[in-house]
C-alpha cells in the first residue's frame, strides 16, 4: 500500500516536471532562437539547410543596429514613455484603487465594473477618438501624449491590481493612526502603502511591461522619430525587399534587456506580492 503511494507520487513528480519542462523550453525557445540568429552573419541566417548553432560569432548586427539606426533614440523614448506611464498610474490609480477599497459610495460597484469593461474591448477601438482628442490639444506625436494614450487603457488594470492589495491591508492599523492624529492621506501614506508595498511594486511592474511593448498605441500616434518607440522602430525596419533578420533579433535582444534587469530588481518583491494578493484576494 505504501509502496504503490509512494510510486504514485512519484510519477506524478514526473509528470508534474516534463510539463514545466515543456512550458519552460515552449517559452524560453523563441528567446533563446533570436539571441542564436542575432549573432550569426547575413549569410548564415538565410540557408538551405536549417543552422542551430551559429558557425562563427559576431556582434556585427549589435554594432549594425546601434550606430547605423535610430535604435538609442527609440529606446529612450520608450524609456520615457514607459516611465512617464507608470508615475501617472501610480499617482492616480493609487488614490483611486485607495477610495474603492476604504470609501462606499453611490456608483461604486458600477464605476469598478466600468473600469472593468474598458479592458474587454480591444485597444484598436479606441484609436480613432483618442487621435481626434490629442490632435485637438496638440498632444499627437509627442511622448507625453503617447503616455497618456498608454494610461487611458492601463489605469483600469492598475486600479483593479491595487484595489485587491489594499483591501488586504488592516483597517484597524488606519484607523489607529487617525485616532493618534493623522490625517486620512497620511494614514494611507505611512500605514496603507508600506502595508501594499509588494502589491504595488507588482502592479507597477505590470503597467512597465504593458507600456514598454505596446506597439498599436505607437504607431498610429507617432510620425517622427522624436517620439517613436522601439516596437514602431523595429516594424519600420523591414523593407519591401529587405529583411534584416540579424539586426531584427539583435534590436529584440537589446530591446528586452530593460525587462529583464527590472525583474532581476524587484523579482522577489514581485513574487511576494502576488502571492499575497493570491492568499488574501
Known amino acids: 500500500m505504501l509502496k504503490t503511494k509512494n510510486s504514485r507520487r512519484a510519477a506524478g513528480d514526473v509528470l508534474a516536471y516534463a510539463v514545466l519542462t515543456s512550458l519552460a523550453v515552449f517559452c524560453l525557445g523563441p528567446m533563446v532562437w533570436m539571441l542564436m540568429t542575432s549573432l550569426k552573419r547575413e549569410a548564415d541566417i538565410v540557408t538551405s539547410r536549417m543552422q542551430y548553432?551559429?558557425?562563427s560569432i559576431t556582434f556585427e548586427n549589435y554594432a549594425a543596429i546601434w550606430t547605423q539606426s535610430n535604435f538609442p533614440v527609440l529606446i529612450a523614448n520608450s524609456i520615457v514613455v514607459t516611465t512617464?506611464?507608470?508615475?501617472?498610474?501610480?499617482?492616480?490609480?493609487?488614490?483611486?484603487?485607495?477610495?474603492?477599497?476604504?470609501?462606499?459610495f453611490r456608483g461604486r460597484d458600477k464605476i469598478m465594473l466600468g473600469y472593468l469593461l474598458v479592458r474587454m474591448f480591444p485597444a484598436v477601438m479606441m484609436i480613432i477618438p483618442l487621435y481626434l482628442m490629442m490632435r485637438t490639444a496638440g498632444l499627437v506625436d509627442s511622448r507625453f501624449g503617447l503616455a497618456l494614450a498608454y494610461t487611458s487603457f492601463l489605469l483600469p488594470l492598475f486600479v483593479w491590481m491595487l484595489k485587491g492589495f489594499l483591501d488586504a491591508a488592516p483597517k484597524e492599523l488606519e484607523s489607529a493612526a487617525r485616532i493618534d492624529g493623522s490625517t486620512r492621506f497620511g494614514a494611507m501614506v505611512r500605514i496603507v502603502l508600506p502595508l501594499a508595498r509588494n502589491g504595488l511594486v507588482a502592479s507597477s511592474v505590470f503597467i512597465a511591461i504593458a507600456a514598454w511593448?505596446?506597439?498599436?498605441f505607437a504607431l498610429m500616434l507617432t510620425t517622427g522619430q522624436g517620439s517613436r518607440t522601439w516596437p514602431v522602430g523595429l516594424q519600420l525596419m523591414v523593407g519591401e525587399f529587405q529583411l534584416p533578420w540579424g539586426v531584427l533579433a539583435a534590436g529584440g535582444i537589446l530591446s528586452i534587456l530593460p525587462v529583464v534587469f527590472l525583474f532581476a530588481v524587484v523579482q522577489r518583491t514581485m513574487v511576494q506580492g502576488l502571492t499575497a494578493g493570491a492568499v488574501k484576494g
Open 53 to 55: 548553432i551559429p558557425r
Open 84 to 104: 512617464t506611464t507608470v508615475v501617472i498610474c501610480v499617482v492616480t490609480g493609487t488614490l483611486a484603487a485607495y477610495a474603492f477599497s476604504r470609501f462606499s
Open 213 to 216: 511593448n505596446e506597439f498599436i
